[in-house]
């Protein structure tokens, strides 16, 4: 079956690492058509808008998107695409694996869990305002649907993975209200799922137990802002962001895309690490239902880390981004 999929290859490294990405998807045998959008500062550029109604609707249109880096520009400028691609198209789950690769130094090599963030509430909306000069109010949204819904998200991805406890994080005992919320809902629509363990962690303590003994977790479920720290932490333990895939799912679509940013310092090298974004297109894949070509580029993937042979400058090597890819192909045809 032919898939026709948007892809953003975005700033930076973005289009370098997307191009070679593409390529070991299409040797993995899965027939794709791409649909290829701006958004950010290139599309602000050719189009006066950084997420053109265009790029939406072939989203929208193709349920799937692939997206590289976009620049956010700090303090000034537009808000983050990112941000606003999840908005608009209510990508309401962050799924974020953190798994260690071979060869790669790290604190936990056998570590293999699995981040759930809820993506559109909490703190993390940025609903602020300031009440009088010197005083400013952050709002903390959390309802009864979103946290339901990505309770629900949490416990049907851990059934279809064969993974076997979910772990909510959460701050109850202080926020009592919209904490609270969020882990009732997640303990109600744990009793329809009895073959899953369920469990809590109040956040603080879940941080401490994740640097000590982080194999205790399997699943865990996260409001926006805990996510979003907690998955970068994650990171940490398995060897780093330049490593780890995402993907943001929702009724209306889902966009895969790299953990790390556009890396400006190293920008049109040749040399940034595809890793990320390819693990996030192995996901991606997955989500197709194409799962052949999803082990085989896997396989693929785990036997050049594992032969340690050739390897990107950041994590010690010296190869091209695209003799990277070159021998992750040579190792599936
Ligand atoms: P960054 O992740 O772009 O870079 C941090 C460091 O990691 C740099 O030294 C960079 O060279 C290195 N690095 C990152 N990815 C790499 C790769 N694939 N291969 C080799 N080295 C890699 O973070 P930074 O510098 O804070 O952000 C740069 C821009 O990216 C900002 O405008 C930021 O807003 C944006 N950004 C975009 C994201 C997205 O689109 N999902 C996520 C994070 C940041």
Request: proline share 5%; net charge negative; hydrophobic share 40%.
């Amino acid at each position: 079956m032919k898939h026709t999929i948007t892809l953003i290859p975005g700033d930076g490294i973005g289009p370098e690492i997307a191009a070679n990405v593409v390529r070991i998807l299409e040797a993995s045998g899965v027939e794709i058509e791409w649909e290829t959008h701006y958004a950010g500062a290139q599309a602000l550029e050719k189009f006066g808008e950084t997420l053109p109604q265009a790029l939406l609707d072939s989203i929208l249109r193709n349920k799937v998107a692939l997206k590289g880096p976009v620049t956010t520009p700090v303090g000034k400028g537009f808000t983050s695409v990112n941000v606003g691609l999840r908005k608009a198209l209510d990508l309401y789950a962050n799924l974020r694996p953190i798994r260690a690769l071979p060869n790669v130094p790290c604190r936990y090599p056998e570590l293999n869990l699995v981040i759930v963030r809820e993506n559109t509430e909490s703190l993390y909306a940025g609903l602020e305002h300031v009440v009088v000069p010197g005083v400013v109010e952050s709002l903390k949204i959390i309802t009864e649907k979103a946290s339901t819904r990505i309770a629900r998200f949490a416990f049907e991805y851990s059934c279809r993975e064969g993974r076997k406890k979910i772990t909510c994080g959460h701050k109850a005992n202080i926020m009592k209200l919209s904490d609270g919320l969020f882990l009732d809902c997640f303990r109600k629509v744990a009793t329809e799922y009895p073959e899953i363990e369920a469990d809590d962690k109040i956040i603080d303590n879940a941080c401490m137990q994740l640097v000590m003994r982080p194999e205790q977790f399997d699943v865990m479920l996260l409001e926006n802002l805990y996510g979003d720290i907690v998955s970068d932490l994650c990171a940490g333990l398995i060897g780093g962001l330049g490593l780890v895939p995402g993907a943001n799912i929702g009724e209306k679509g889902a966009m895969f895309e790299a953990v790390h940013g556009s890396a400006p310092d190293i920008a049109g090298q040749g040399i940034a690490n595809p890793t990320a974004l390819l693990q996030s297109g192995i996901l991606m894949l997955r989500h197709l239902g194409e799962r052949e070509a999803a082990d085989r580029t896997e396989h693929a993937l785990l036997k050049i880390f594992a032969e340690g042979k050739v390897r990107t400058r950041d994590i010690g090597g010296t190869a091209k981004t695209s003799e990277f890819a070159d021998a992750i192909i040579g190792t599936m045809t």
